[in-house]
């Protein structure tokens, strides 16, 4: 996965650079690397691509608190979509748009996980 860096925060908009042959997709889920200096990496920040600037920028959407984003820090692409837990263990389960528990019921046990930008399942 390639690993791009942060060129600009405003709220929860952050644009990253990437390596031109290097970029990820639109709604391809970036994470915060971990490092001494970034304590904001062990909560999990990640980001969706939302459109592609051009020149090897990307402007992303903070699926968290953006608080102490700085120019330069480290993010790595996933090369996949944000995806959620799917199947008759969500039912009547609370998670946030990154599939994670919110609901104090502890872990899910999901079998199956699923992209959140895909058709609606049809109802027949």
Do not use: W
């Not at 304590?39 to 953006?66: K, Y």
């Amino acid at each position: 996965m390639s690993i791009g860096q942060i060129v600009q925060v405003i709220g929860a908009v952050v644009d990253i650079e990437f390596p031109r042959d290097e970029m990820p997709k639109v709604y391809d889920a970036l994470v915060l690397e971990k490092s001494e200096s970034n304590t904001l990496a062990e909560e999990g920040l990640t980001f969706e691509v939302e459109q592609l600037l051009g020149d090897g920028v990307v402007r992303t959407i903070a699926m968290g608190s953006s608080d102490g984003l700085q120019r330069g820090m480290k993010v790595k692409s996933t090369g996949a979509g944000i995806s959620v837990p799917v199947g008759h263990k969500t039912l009547g389960r609370i998670m946030n748009v990154l599939g994670k528990p919110i609901d104090n019921c502890g872990p899910i046990g999901e079998e199956e996980r699923r992209t959140i930008h895909r058709a609606a399942p049809k109802f027949d």
